[in-house]
């Protein structure tokens, strides 16, 4: 075996921590470790892990990842547009709600290439996602814009 599939990692026997950690320690990984100590704030590092993530969920439908979404608390994902080759997904309640606004910046790349690696999955193409708006962007809410072309 050379890793760990996400089945792997359900696999959770703390006797007393259980399997629960701080938002704050997620948040550390994702706004410290992964945006400050990579080049680019991380930029292309950041997309290949989230699509990689996103093709390991253990997820066939669009409707199972949004649950899936809600279920990891990353957020609560809902679509509020739908037209042939694009998809609007809306996140209340995301991670990053809360922080302050750093003017012109957004963060949720991660959960972007999330989507967008499990989404081509499931769609079988070839699938865009670009992050739209961003709480930290002083936004109402996180949104993303999913694109395919046949
Ligand atoms: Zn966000």
Known sequence: MNGFSFEDLKMIHR???GKEVPLELFRAIRLIGMREALPLEGKGTTASIGRKI???L???TEEELLDMFATLQIG???VTHRDKHLIKIVVDDCF???LPVLEEKKVCDLEGAILEGALGRI???KVTVRETKCNVSGDE???YEVRWYD
């Open 15 to 17: 006797t007393r921590l």
């Open 54 to 56: 996103g093709e390991s």
């Open 58 to 60: 253990p997820v066939s």
């Open 76 to 78: 609560l994902p809902r």
């Open 96 to 98: 990053c709600k809360g």
């Open 123 to 125: 769609m079988n193409r």
């Open 141 to 143: 809410h996180c949104e």
